[in-house]
Every structure is written in C-alpha cells, then in structure tokens.
C-alpha cells in the first residue's frame, strides 16, 4: 500500500516506509562511537509533529526514533514533506509496547529522560546527557502515558514564561534534542 501525495499539483505516490527494530537503533548508536541517543514518542499523532521531530533529531545526532503501533503517527507523505528529507536519514522504530521497549533499553544502558512542564529536572542541569539516553515525548495535549512516565529515570522540564501553559511537542523535543547536545558538548570539552 502507498501513500499518496501532492506537489504542485502533481500526485505522487510513496512507497510504504520500511520501519526498523528498537535494537537496529543500539546497533546504529554503537556503530557511531558516541553515547546513544533515541527519541520515543508516546502517542504522537500529529503527522507534522514526527516530521518535525526526525528533522530535529537529524539535526543533533539521534540514532532515531521510536514510536507505537498504535495511537502514534506513522511515516507517511505528510512526515517525508515536513521532515525536509530527513525520514531517509534516521530510522523510525515502530514497537507493539512502548514501555517494554523502554525497559529493555535501560538494560541495554540507556538513561530513559521523559519530557513533562512539571518535571523535577530543568532540561539545562541533566546530569546523565553524557550517557546514552532516551527522550521521551508525549502525546499533544496529554503528555506522556503513566506506566511511560513510571518507566523514565528521571523527568525533565523545560523553563518558559509563566503565560504559556506548554509547548508543542516537536518544538519541547527540538530544544531539549539542542541542550542534550550542549550539555555533551561541554562534557568532551573539559
């Protein structure tokens, strides 16, 4: 099955997207000798949001996404067009249990970091971004699952003005995906 698309006037189809498995990101992470980084995304829906999530996450070094089979967005037209190309870069695992993929990565290693306006952690002072991590965002508008939230070692927020309730979850994902970097810049500095 394809996925159909238009541009200018033009439709275009695309073919299925070949997702990968959890573990395809360990090995990608460790082929890259720095430490992992995965993103997962509970119950995202928003098509623009993936697409600006794997932009975002080609743009600071993930080894890819992850994202359910259910109640989550898929790779389709609408993700290739808004990750500006960026779907052909960083793979996307697609997983029957999000929480059991989690749980497996932190045996594997990996520091699970959920994304949540009342975390405990400013996303700033993350005192783990030199280990290999998982990003956690939640779904629009409802924020990450409870058994998700349960499974992250720590939860971490983002400081904004008090005005604003929250932020849109691809744009909470890009600036945290930019102070992980910072924050692991710093640490192969010194």
């Known amino acids: 099955m394809t996925d159909g698309a238009v541009h200018q006037g033009v439709a275009i189809e695309v073919p299925p997207y070949e997702y990968c498995e959890a573990a395809d990101l360990v090995e990608r992470a460790e082929r890259g000798g720095k430490p992992g980084l995965i993103i997962a995304l509970d119950s995202l829906t928003d098509p623009h949001n993936l697409g600006v999530v ?10 890819g996404v ?8 898929g790779v389709n037209a609408t993700v290739w067009k808004v990750s500006a190309g960026a779907a052909g870069r960083l793979p996307v695992a697609r997983v029957s249990n999000l929480v059991q993929t989690l749980e497996g990565l932190k045996r594997s290693g990996y520091f699970v970091v959920g994304l949540d306006g009342a975390g405990d952690t400013p996303i700033g002072e993350l005192t783990v971004a030199d280990l290999p991590l998982v990003l956690v965002t939640g779904s629009e508008g409802k924020g990450m699952a409870r058994l998700t939230r349960e499974t992250c070692d ?3 927020s983002i400081p904004i003005a008090a005005q604003m309730e929250s932020l849109n979850a691809a744009v909470a994902t890009g600036i945290a995906l930019y102070q992980i970097d910072r924050l692991r810049s710093r640490v192969n500095v010194e």
């Open 54 to 63: 794997l932009r975002s996450g080609s743009a600071f070094g993930a080894d």
């Open 66 to 73: 992850i994202v359910p089979q259910r109640r989550s967005a």
């Open 154 to 156: 720590v939860v971490a």
